[in-house]
T-cell receptor, first 114, second 108 residues
Framework: DARVTQTPRHKVTEMGQEVTMRCQPI?????VFWYRQTMMQGLELLAY????????DSGMPKDRFSAEMPDATLATLKIQPSEPRDSAVYFC????????????FGAGTRLSVL | GQQVMQIPQYQHVQEGEDFTTYCNSS?????IQWYKQRPGGHPVFLIQ?????EVKKQKRLTFQFGEAKKNSSLHITATQTTDVGTYFC????????FGAGTTVTVRA
């Protein structure tokens, strides 16, 4: 049963600490998305990769957030330094093709920054 | 820029009744997807619509893409408690955008 795997599922950290979230996309998928979900803002697109190349990271605060795909099986989202307003659920999603926008979401990382 | 609007934001439905949620865009979309997110869960892909006027059905769910490809609807018949959750649409013109979702609660 192919699925997108995200780690960790939960993360509690203190303000100023670095946070790294990881995502393993479904094997064979060539698009990867990072989203942030909060009650106030809903689902926000942070970054979008196609064939490991970043295509759109306009939704991501550049000063503290960074997203990378070191290889086809791993995507990372880092926050440094973290702030309480970063508390949210972060979802990774992967998709099967360059012209198809269907996305399969991971279970998410629930981040709490104290 | 493109904005995908969903209405209503909340839908309270009596079990057994029908309801419809709508997704509207200010620009023409090349495609639209619908997702469902259960409370505490993650969005799950339901359907993709690509063609103007396209209608697709999944059991009690009927999805429609408008003729002008600027709007879409999801109609659920005979609502059940398993339909509880938030339904999102996502559409693409030059970029992909998610609507804010319609959160559905069901009265037994």
């Amino acid at each position: 049963d192919a699925r997108v795997t995200q780690t960790p599922r939960h993360k509690v950290t203190e303000m100023g600490q670095e946070v790294t979230m990881r995502c393993q996309p479904i094997l064979g998928h060539n698009t990867v998305f990072w989203y942030r979900q909060t009650m106030m803002q809903g689902l926000e697109l942070l970054a979008y990769f196609r064939n490991r190349a970043p295509l759109d990271d306009s939704g991501m605060p550049k000063d503290r957030f960074s997203a990378e795909m070191p290889d086809a099986t791993l995507a990372t989202l880092k926050i440094q330094p973290s702030e309480p307003r970063d508390s949210a659920v972060y979802f990774c999603a992967s998709g099967p093709g360059t012209t198809i926008d269907i996305q399969y979401f991971g279970a998410g990382t629930r981040l709490s920054v104290l | 820029g493109q904005q995908v609007m969903q209405i209503p934001q909340y839908q309270h439905v009596q079990e057994g009744e029908d309801f419809t949620t709508y997704c509207n865009s200010s620009t023409t979309l090349s495609n639209i997807q619908w997702y469902k997110q259960r409370p505490g869960g993650h969005p799950v892909f339901l359907i993709q619509l690509v063609k103007s006027g396209e209608v697709k059905k999944q059991k009690r769910l009927t999805f429609q893409f408008g003729e002008a490809k600027k709007n879409s609807s999801l109609h659920i018949t005979a609502t059940q408690t398993t339909d509880v959750g938030t339904y999102f649409c996502a559409g693409r013109d030059y970029k992909l955008s998610f609507g804010a979702g319609t959160t559905v609660t069901v009265r037994a």
